[in-house]
């Protein structure tokens, strides 16, 4: 009897020192990639009250955000956190809060009232740029900005009652409720209209709460596919004859005689007021060269399974490019080559670092290292190498060289960040 137990301790004893060892190695390595940094809100453990029995880990649909070292939940990667806040409603001990921390550490979240006004009379800010992830929150705060705008009922031609820059869940229920309300507006994205949901993996099931979009009525459910959510957006922008400016980066807002100026890179609007529901993920920075503009290239990869017996380049060197190419590579016949301006891959997590290691050495990845992309043609696409130029065969580029967060931009048109007023609920 006691050798039994024995045994089944020492098991025990092994199996939760290995789980320790993964846990500890997988939180340096985010420290030092920088992804346990969150996005917008996410986990805050209490490590007085956690009891490390990984009932968070289990509950959170992302996978991956939190994991167990030295018998405690610890935040494994931030950037994967959308707030659903389901480890919280898990965790037996009430030992996490979901928030935003400190405030006065987080130089990314702006200064905003109870209303949702910037330092900036006039300039709105609804959504996850508000430092609020989550579909209901964008939906609500979107109505939330537009029921607080002073409107003024005096006419002046072209100028918009409000400009909504960003056509995701906060500036498309944004714009809904304008027409509800009779206002006149302009709505631009950088894209098309959907927001971050278009970005989601094919088929993702998108987890909500019941909440009113205005003139469509009520999402009820508590599940929907990507491709429902957008059918229901499209139905609706149809419908209500909802216009988006597409592809249309907003670059500035000077306020001249009043009123606002919107600078895009294809033209200028004006409006009274503005809303700015940008949301947090950042605009995919660009290469810059000639035939960039082609429709075979593309900043994310969203179903990898339907590339087959193609030649592709993946530009990039983060572990963004490296999955991407070893997605690509699994498929049948498709030729995969890396283009990356550094002399080898540095930062990368250490299960890619191994994985793609292996593809290379069995011949199923190529990688041009201290390469840069000269030109994207029809068939092939031209770089610079060390040794010279050379041209490959080529059917789609997938760019991932980073991000440009709109953090920037909104210090370039003068909104304050820091501690706020009110917490937005
Ligand atoms: C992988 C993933 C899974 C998620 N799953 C869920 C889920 O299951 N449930 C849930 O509730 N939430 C989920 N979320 C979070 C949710 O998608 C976001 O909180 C929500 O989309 C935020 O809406 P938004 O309108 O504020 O911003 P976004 O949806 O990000 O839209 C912002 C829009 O602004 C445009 N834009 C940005 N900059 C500019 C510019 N300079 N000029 C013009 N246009 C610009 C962008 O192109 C974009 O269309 C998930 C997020 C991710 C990344």
Redesign the pocket.
Known sequence: MGTVAGLIFIIYAFSFRRAQRKGLKLARESRELGANRPIAQFPQIDEYRCIGCGACIQAC??GGVLGLAMGKAVLINGLKC???GLCAEACPVEGITIGLGNLKERDDIPLLSDNNETSIAGIYI????SGL??????IQQGVKVIDHIKTDTTSSGTTADVAI???????LSAALRATEKKLTYVM????T?????L??PRK?????QPVDIPLYGRLTKKEYTKEELLEIWQETQDRFEIKVATN???QNIVRINGHFELH?DKATFTAKQIVL?????G?PRKLGVPGEDKAKVMYKLLDAESYSNEHILVVGGGDSAVEAAMGLARQTGNTVTISYRKSKFFRLKTRNEERIAKLIREHKIRVEFESNVLEIGDKEVRLALKEGEKIIPNNYVFIFAGGEP?FQ?LQQIGIAFGARSGENK
Do not use: C
């Not at 820059?165 to 500036?171: D, E, H, S, V």
């Not at 993702?204 to 909500?208: D, L, Q």
């Not at 529901?277 to 993920?281: F, H, K, Q, Y």
């Open positions: 649909p992302e959308v707030g659903h609804a959504g996850e740029l992830a989550l579909i209901k929150n964008a820059i960003g056509a995701g869940p906060a500036g631009i994205d950088q894209q209209a959907g927001g971050t949901i970005q989601y993702k099931v998108v987890m909500t249309q980066k907003l895009t529901a940008l949301g947090r993920r605009t709109p931009l």
